[in-house]
Each structure stands twice: as structure tokens, then as C-alpha cells.
């Protein structure tokens, strides 16, 4: 059975990025599920479907993902008078902003968010509730942006899969290193900070721009959602932020747990690199923490992580991570310029198409938790 992602990238059930693609069927499951949800019209919010579906769209158009707009474009269309004056000015009038500030300072959160997250900031968010949106309502938004944001670059992303064409053989075995990997002396043992050009790997905190839950008067969906999210949500800013649409919530764990932990395919250290590279390139500090200590955790080395944090473009201790950290900061970049010349090194790197999927899920995947972070609230040091 095809999803929006097969159908707009092109793919025929049967082929070979078909198939491949739906190894990770708990993903696509999970992708179509999340889409259902932020942009259907079973959500209970004053956020309307129409609204929701025109900022998907410029979303997707500022991101330069051309075929994705058009589906939402052409969503938008389909609800006929829900289409109100100042949405229909939006989607005749590219970069438009209406007079509305509820709707202007939406957009301009969503323009913002589309290409560059570490942009915006807490001015930006404290403006829509100020315009008239709800907390819960802001929240949804903020997911929609991270969604979509996700959505646009895994569709870049396979759709590349599909032009490439699947491989005939199985990748060429890499060569074992010919000596022992021997710690670079300037660098601290992995386990103990990294901190390098504003980056870090200790473990940081994070506090919400906006209110957040008690988890002792939460709703029993709400505290159910707490409970399945994290063994630490009901004390994390984050968790108690996000469960303000619990469903939400429920689903993009279901997807991120999917992405990170599948059995198989790329190894959990090198999906770390592709977050940690996105995540850099997007200047989220918390994000790129805990995934160079995750690295560190997997992989027990922390070259690659000061690579990356010093310089992302030339970063890669060898052919696997250059590759896949090149191709990450490609898709975070300009989605909708990503191609097949993007996916061919990671194939001369020997990676499989399995691999090169699970890449750009990891990849896609931060381009949602990065804005999440970044724009809904600020990291904090627990030490000097």
C-alpha cells in the first residue's frame, strides 16, 4: 500500500525503493500517521485544517520542495470556502503577509523555521500566543513546522533513492583498518566533556519558553502520554511542553523511535553522526550534545564529534562518515536542491540501501527535534 512519500516521489510498488523503503514499514507508518494527524481534520484546535494546510504550503515552497507544496496547495484548494480571504492571499501571493497579526505572526514563524530554526527565537514565539493563538494551539503549530520540515527532506530524500535506482550487488566490503585506532592526544576521553566552538557534549538541560504542564493536574490521556514518552517526562520541560497535544506527541515518538533504534541496516553510532551533523549545521546546542554523547557512548571515540563541532563541511575520520555527513548537511540545507549526486558517494562508500535510507531518516528526523528545541525554548549548563 502507497503513502503521500511513495506517491509524490514517484515510487511503484515492487520496485526497488519501494521495497526498500518498506523494510522500515514502523516509519512509514509512523511518517503517514503524524501527517494525518497535524494536517486532518480530527484535531480539536482553533487552528484550523484549512489554516494548517497553507502553512504547510509555504512552508514547503520557502523550503523549495516543489512537489510537496503543490500537495498541500492543492489540499487547501479542495476545502472550497474554508479558504478565507487573508488564506487566499497567502497562497495567490507568494511571501504575502495578510494584515492579520494572528496569521502574520504565524507565517512569520514558519518562514523563519523553514530553512534556517536558529533564527528565530523567543521574540518570534511569544508573538503568536500574544496574536491570539492558544498555548496548546501554539504547540500544535510549532509540531507542524517540525513536521513538515521533516516530511520535505525524507520526500528529497527518497525521491534521490528512486533516480539513483537500486543497487544490482551488494556494496563493496571496506577495507579494516590497517592499524589500531589509536585517540587523538588533543582531545579528552570520550566520556568526559567535549566542548569545542560553542558545542558541547556534556549533558545539558532545557528550559520551555512557554508554560508548561503540572503533570499532577494533567488529563489521563496527557499523563499516559508522559508516561510512555520518557522515564524522565514528567520532570522534563520538554516532555511537559509537547504533551499539551498529547496525540502529537505520541505519534512523533513512535516515529523518532523507529528512526533510532531499528534493528538492522545503520549502525545506531553512524545514525548518531547524521544527527549530530544535522543538528549541528542547524546551531541546536542541546541537540548536538546528546548526540555526540550518544556516539560516544556507541562508538567510544569522540574524533569524528570535534570534527564535526570545529568544522561540519570537512568533517569524517573516513570515506563512511564523510559521506554520510555531507549528504546530511546537504538535505538540511537545501532540500530541495538534493539528488542522486548527493546519494552516490554514500553508495561508493559501500553503503547499502537500506543504510542510505536509515541516513536520510536520521537526518530528516532532526530537521523536526531541532526546531523543536530551538524554538520553544533555550538550553542550560549544568556546569561552569
Same mark, same amino acid.
Given at each position: 500500500?502507497?503513502?503521500?512519500?511513495?506517491?509524490?516521489?514517484?515510487?511503484?510498488?515492487?520496485?526497488?525503493?519501494?521495497?526498500?523503503?518498506?523494510?522500515?514499514?514502523?516509519?512509514?507508518?509512523?511518517?503517514?500517521?503524524?501527517?494525518?494527524?497535524?494536517?486532518?481534520?480530527?484535531?480539536?484546535?482553533?487552528?484550523?485544517?484549512?489554516?494548517?494546510?497553507?502553512?504547510?504550503?509555504?512552508?514547503?515552497?520557502?523550503?523549495?520542495? @516543489?512537489?510537496?507544496?503543490?500537495?498541500?496547495?492543492?489540499?487547501?484548494?479542495?476545502?472550497?470556502?474554508?479558504?478565507?480571504?487573508?488564506?487566499?492571499?497567502?497562497?495567490?501571493?507568494?511571501?504575502?503577509?495578510?494584515?492579520?497579526?494572528?496569521?502574520?505572526?504565524?507565517?512569520? #514563524?514558519?518562514?523563519?523555521?523553514?530553512?534556517?530554526?536558529?533564527?528565530?527565537? /523567543?521574540?518570534?514565539?511569544?508573538?503568536?500566543?500574544?496574536?491570539?493563538?492558544?498555548?496548546?494551539?501554539?504547540?500544535?503549530?510549532?509540531?507542524?513546522?517540525?513536521?513538515?520540515?521533516?516530511?520535505?527532506?525524507?520526500?528529497?530524500?527518497?525521491?534521490?533513492?528512486?533516480?539513483?535506482?537500486?543497487?544490482?550487488?551488494?556494496?563493496?566490503? /571496506?577495507?579494516?583498518?590497517?592499524?589500531?585506532?589509536?585517540?587523538?592526544?588533543?582531545?579528552?576521553?570520550?566520556?568526559?566533556?567535549?566542548?569545542?566552538?560553542?558545542?558541547?557534549?556534556?549533558?545539558?538541560?532545557?528550559?520551555?519558553?512557554?508554560?508548561?504542564?503540572?503533570?499532577?493536574?494533567?488529563?489521563?490521556?496527557?499523563?499516559?502520554?508522559?508516561?510512555?514518552?520518557?522515564?524522565?517526562?514528567?520532570?522534563?520541560?520538554?516532555?511537559?511542553?509537547?504533551?499539551?497535544?498529547?496525540?502529537?506527541?505520541?505519534?512523533?515518538? /513512535?516515529? #523518532?523511535?523507529?528512526?533510532?533504534?531499528?534493528?538492522?541496516?545503520?549502525?545506531?553510532?553512524?545514525?548518531?553522526?547524521?544527527?549530530?551533523?544535522?543538528?549541528?549545521?542547524?546551531?541546536?546546542?542541546?541537540?548536538?550534545?546528546?548526540?555526540?554523547?550518544?556516539?560516544? /557512548?556507541?562508538?567510544?571515540?569522540?574524533?569524528?564529534?570535534?570534527?564535526?563541532?570545529?568544522?561540519?563541511?570537512?568533517?569524517?575520520?573516513?570515506?563512511?562518515?564523510?559521506?554520510?555527513?555531507?549528504?546530511?548537511?546537504?538535505?538540511?540545507?537545501?532540500?530541495? @536542491?538534493?539528488?542522486?549526486?548527493?546519494?552516490?558517494?554514500?553508495?561508493?562508500?559501500?553503503?547499502?540501501?537500506?543504510?542510505?535510507?536509515?541516513?536520510?531518516?536520521?537526518?530528516?528526523? #532532526?530537521?523536526?527535534?531541532?526546531?523543536?528545541?530551538?524554538?520553544?525554548?533555550?538550553?542550560?549548563?549544568?556546569?561552569?
Amino acid at each position: 500500500m502507497t503513502d503521500t512519500i511513495d506517491r509524490l516521489a514517484g515510487l511503484e510498488q515492487g520496485g526497488p525503493t519501494f521495497t526498500t523503503r518498506h523494510e522500515r514499514e514502523k516509519v512509514a507508518l509512523a511518517t503517514q500517521a503524524c501527517e494525518d494527524l497535524l494536517l486532518g481534520n480530527q484535531l480539536d484546535s482553533a487552528l484550523t485544517q484549512a489554516e494548517r494546510l497553507v502553512l504547510a504550503a509555504e512552508q514547503a515552497r520557502v523550503s523549495g520542495v @516543489n512537489v510537496l507544496e503543490a500537495e498541500y496547495r492543492a489540499r487547501a484548494e479542495a476545502l472550497g470556502q474554508a479558504i478565507t480571504p487573508e488564506l487566499r492571499a497567502i497562497l495567490d501571493q507568494p511571501g504575502a503577509q495578510t494584515g492579520k497579526a494572528r496569521m502574520d505572526a504565524m507565517l512569520h #514563524f514558519v518562514r523563519t523555521l523553514a530553512l534556517n530554526p536558529a533564527q528565530s527565537d /523567543q521574540a518570534a514565539l511569544l508573538a503568536i500566543p500574544a496574536a491570539g493563538l492558544s498555548l496548546n494551539d501554539t504547540v500544535l503549530l510549532a509540531q507542524l513546522i517540525g513536521f513538515v520540515a521533516y516530511q520535505a527532506r525524507l520526500l528529497a530524500g527518497v525521491k534521490a533513492m528512486g533516480e539513483l535506482g537500486g543497487a544490482t550487488e551488494a556494496p563493496a566490503a /571496506q577495507p579494516a583498518d590497517a592499524a589500531p585506532f589509536v585517540h587523538p592526544a588533543n582531545l579528552p576521553p570520550p566520556g568526559e566533556p567535549l566542548r569545542r566552538n560553542g558545542f558541547t557534549s556534556e549533558t545539558l538541560d532545557w528550559k520551555a519558553w512557554l508554560q508548561v504542564l503540572d503533570p499532577d493536574t494533567a488529563t489521563p490521556e496527557q499523563q499516559h502520554v508522559l508516561e510512555v514518552s520518557h522515564p524522565k517526562a514528567k520532570s522534563m520541560d520538554f516532555y511537559l511542553l509537547l504533551a499539551r497535544q498529547p496525540q502529537v506527541l505520541l505519534e512523533r515518538s /513512535q516515529a #523518532f523511535n523507529a528512526i533510532m533504534y531499528a534493528p538492522g541496516g545503520l549502525s545506531r553510532a553512524e545514525r548518531e553522526v547524521a544527527a549530530t551533523a544535522v543538528s549541528r549545521s542547524n546551531g541546536c546546542v542541546y541537540c548536538a550534545s546528546v548526540h555526540a554523547q550518544r556516539f560516544e /557512548q556507541l562508538a567510544k571515540r569522540n574524533d569524528v564529534m570535534a570534527q564535526l563541532f570545529d568544522e561540519p563541511d570537512t568533517a569524517g575520520t573516513n570515506a563512511r562518515e564523510r559521506a554520510i555527513i555531507q549528504a546530511s548537511l546537504a538535505l538540511t540545507r537545501t532540500p530541495g @536542491n538534493f539528488g542522486k549526486h548527493n546519494l552516490q558517494p554514500l553508495r561508493d562508500a559501500g553503503l547499502s540501501d537500506l543504510e542510505i535510507l536509515d541516513m536520510l531518516h536520521s537526518a530528516a528526523l #532532526f530537521g523536526w527535534a531541532n526546531r523543536l528545541m530551538l524554538n520553544l525554548g533555550v538550553e542550560l549548563y549544568s556546569t561552569p
